[in-house]
């Protein structure tokens, strides 16, 4: 069974960084398109950033220059490098998978996500 934890999470102050990991089991990884995505509350989930099996990766606007989102197969495990945070990033980070199991089509699969909060 897909299982997804998500670890990392906690205070920063704005300015500061964070690094969360996202554990990563029960399907292919190395296949898998890994996304993260996050919730503020009163807010919609939405997409942050996203990484291809091939390295390729996507960001939002609002995290584009000081997130980075990257892979480690061996460690079936995606990282979000956060930095130069701001109170506007304090939000639930889930990460999801695009999990391909024995083949295709992938199956839609979430972690129970990690707390981040930027404050002074």
């Known amino acids: 069974q897909v299982q997804l934890v998500e670890s990392g999470g906690g205070l920063v102050q704005p300015g500061g960084s964070l690094r969360l990991s996202c554990a990563a089991s029960?399907?292919?990884?190395?296949?898998?398109?890994m996304n993260w995505y996050r919730q503020a509350p009163g807010k919609e989930r939405t997409l942050v950033a996203a990484?291809?099996?091939?390295?390729?990766?996507k960001y939002a606007d609002s995290v584009k220059g000081r997130f980075t989102i990257s892979r480690d197969n061996a460690k079936n495990t995606v990282y979000l490098q956060m930095n130069s945070l701001k109170s506007e990033d304090t939000a639930v980070y889930y990460c999801?998978?695009?999990?391909?199991?024995?083949?295709?089509?992938?199956?839609?699969?979430w972690g129970q996500g990690t707390q981040v909060t930027v404050s002074s």
């Open positions: 029960g399907f292919t990884f190395s296949s898998s398109i």
């Open positions: 999801q998978a695009l999990a391909i199991i024995d083949g295709p089509p992938p199956v839609i699969s």
């Open positions: 990484i291809t099996s091939g390295h390729s990766t």
